[in-house]
């Protein structure tokens, strides 16, 4: 570990630190759209979206143009795109979405094919922290400090219209609109992380955090503050080992952050099972001579 | 103040769900919409709320159009409308009742009105409770609590006593009860004591509406099984032939 910090401060190691900072900038951003992620069950979605983003890569990479911008533009148009038709077109809407995430990356593919020099996919597929640099570091900031703001001033439209799409409706809240700039949302948040841990995994971290937080939280606010450092853990204790251990350090991040998780379902159900069992007793007592509060009888 | 429907139509595709729906409801009524399945008692209600545009006619509530009136309106939909493991207690359910268009707007009496409203429906003790911890009927109570929380003018109920059991289907018969008279009333149900005992008027929905006489018979019947006054849907006043097919269920008291 001693050696990762060093490495952390070394002038010659500078991608290091710019895949940390990157990490950490985009912690808050992917708690709070990853819970919203979760809670509403469109993590198809945010995975259609990822992939599609490898065709404005690709763009970017042919055209000459940073890749980055053409992710996050892609991404955008992927989530207008699904927005569209899982609010207007009365289609099976789980097909179209994974056409976009098949079409996306096969249009990503081809370019990076077509591309001069030789271009490595799997650098954008699994992630690689040397493509990094200062320029995606500002965009990165960015980009996170417009999502942040936003998940903040919308928590309340996002809790209610998340909970119950219909009711908030019936308060006269645009709930089309709010759903799209949520999905515009993710596309952005997608992008933060693509570099670090790459396109096919970045899902992950957009959906184990907020699912470890939810085990341990029923309150949707506690949970996104719950995930946000997470998020920051898992991506700091991903980078170090891998550092260490000399593996990829998308894969490193994801199986941490998986076996976190599964520990921590573990731990919740065994506890739960106990609390349950030492409960039971006074059940059935009750069971046997029901009270009268309605509390308890209905 | 009231609820004025003119010729209103709705279709879904090439059905024809209501029909030139014409209707007048004042200020304090509780109007019971009963009906059959798919009789388009659910749509009638959410034409008026706002959550469906209709196809022909026009609805207007205090004489302006139903979007301008959407604040003042409490809605209590089927309870299986929301997700029930969603990570959200008690509290926070009935907050999303004052929830307003401008994210910015924040009412400075959140606690206070949404605590008021939970007391009404006997659940103030479980305000920090989540909301997957409570019954059905519980969750029943937390949502018209959240129709309350903005002290609505208006309060419509879709169903409310669908999912629960007798012992709370009296108390949300005796909530009801508290509310009638303060504020206007819409309720769609297929429980038909609570039609018999608070209703002012009963419509009956089927594609058509149709408006049931009604007469206090307290005199002759005395009380229901809540203790409240009877009213009889009149049958021996010929109806359209397809307006209504609501008799056979009603038997003689609705």
Redesign the interface.
Known sequence: MNEFFSALTSQDLPFLRYALLAGLLSSPAFGIIGTYVV?NRITSIAGAISHAALAGIGAGLYFGFNPLAGATIAALIAGLIISFITLKVNERVDSIIGMIWAVGMSIGLLFIAKSPGYQDPMSYLFGNILLIGKSDLYLLLTLDIITSIAGV??F??I??I???A?????????TDLFQIVMIMMISVTVVLMVTVVGIVMVIALLTIPAATA?LF????KT?MLLATVLTALFHFAGLALSYTADSPTGATTIIIAAAVYTLSLSAVSLYRKRKFTEHAPAVSAQAAHPPES??K?? | MSIVLDKVSYEYGQNTVLDAITATIDQGEFVSIIGPNGGGKTTLLKLIIGLLQPGNGTITIDGEPVHRKQQDIGYVPQVSQHDNRFPISVLDVVKTGLLTKDPLLRNKNVYDQCMQALETVGLSDAAAKPIYALSGGQKQRVLIARALAGSPSYLFLDEPTSNVDTVINEQLHQLLKKLSGQRTILLVTHDYSLVSSLSTRVFCINRHLHEHPIEDTMEEAGHDIYGNRVMRVRHDIVLNEDACFCEQHLGGHA
Not at chain 1, 217 to 220: E, I, K, P, T
């Open positions: 809670v001033i919308l309340h439209h809790q209610a998340s909970f119950d219909e009711f908030a409706r019936s308060r006269g809240i645009h939810g939280s029923n309150r949707l949970i309605d509390a009888t209905d």
